[in-house]
């Protein structure tokens, strides 16, 4: 069981890393198409965590179809059960407790019962010692591509980055299968990724923050080359301005806002398509309009103007 004091320092670091999802734009989606799952979204690959409830087709005429939960992450999918107890969770009773749903809802309860049987079919002894952590390895290292680390650096980097210490990570990961159940029962509702409300918007601030990171470590790399020239050529070495050159950047962020193709956030070779528009300001309803539009195409040679990413 948890202590006191780390409850109070669990929920602290879950309010922490909550408003540091909020701040990044990052979030838990909670969809019912295809199926009942709940998402952890992450631009890295690696960082994504998907909670799957599925059901048992040997025993489809059930009234629940004996719905199981299941997490996906670094490429397996494994019984919830065993993940809380990999994380540290002692015994059954400190999942459910951590999870925290009614316990006089029967639903809730079948699901949760036939996880604890998922996980007994496919790891018996799953409660003792290690075995959660060693059946955890033996899944990841049997994908095409492992990662390097150990399983205990896998936990700490790949599940919930953002969060320090197996115990809060766990607590999350119960935030998470609560989320999930709830909007199964129906007290909570799914998220609709096709509304455009939902959509990740990249302001203007981000997107030159890294157009400019680029354009300048380009710069660097030309300044560089051209001064190792004058170095190792028995050359005089000329002033700085002479090695700068400012086109560059110049001509890379006219290029960005004439085109919409921005800096992709971590594929150096790709760039991502935005909306570059001219907003006039004639009048408050002209302004509002153009505001408005989700996407305009401009031509290559366009002028920049007053051009905005909404």
């Known amino acids: ?69 299941t997490v996906y992450f670094l490429s397996v999918e494994v019984p919830v059960w065993v993940l809380f107890f990999a994380l540290g969770v002692k015994c059954d009773k400190d999942v459910v407790d951590l999870i925290g749903c009614d316990n006089d809802d029967a639903s809730v309860q079948n699901i949760l019962l036939a996880s604890v049987y998922d996980a007994d079919e496919k790891c018996g002894e799953f409660r003792r010692g290690r075995n959660a952590v060693q059946y955890l390895e033996k899944c990841i290292k049997s994908v095409q591509f492992p990662p390097p680390e150990s399983i205990e650096e896998c936990l700490e980097m790949y599940v919930f980055p953002g969060i320090s210490g197996l115990n809060r990570k766990a607590r999350f990961l119960a935030y998470m299968v ?36 680029v354009h300048i470590a380009h710069a660097r790399k030309r300044m560089s080359k051209a001064l190792q020239r004058d170095l190792y050529g028995d050359r005089d070495v000329r002033p700085t301005e002479h090695y700068i050159d400012a086109s560059i950047i110049t001509n890379g962020l006219q290029r960005a806002f004439s085109t919409g193709a921005w800096s ?17 300001r004639t009048n408050p309803l002209q302004t509002m309009a153009e505001l408005r539009r989700a996407r305009q195409q401009v031509q290559y040679t366009g002028k920049v103007g007053d051009a905005r990413y909404p």
């Open 264 to 280: 992709h956030p971590y594929k150096r070779m790709e760039r991502i398509s935005g909306v570059v528009a001219s907003v006039g």
């Open 178 to 213: 609560k989320g999930l159940l709830l909007a199964y029962t129906g007290r909570r509702k799914c998220d609709n990724r096709d509304d455009f409300r939902n959509k990740r918007l990249e302001l203007a601030s981000e997107l030159l923050d890294r157009e400019l990171k």
């Open 1 to 69: 069981m948890f202590s006191d004091m780390e409850f109070v320092s669990c929920e602290k670091s879950l309010q922490t890393f909550i408003a540091q999802e909020q701040l990044y734009l990052k979030r838990l989606w909670v969809m019912n198409s295809p199926g009942w799952m709940i998402a952890y979204k992450s631009q890295m690959k690696r960082n994504r965590m998907v909670i799957k409830l599925l059901g048992n087709s040997r025993n489809e005429e059930g009234e629940n179809g004996d719905m199981f939960l």
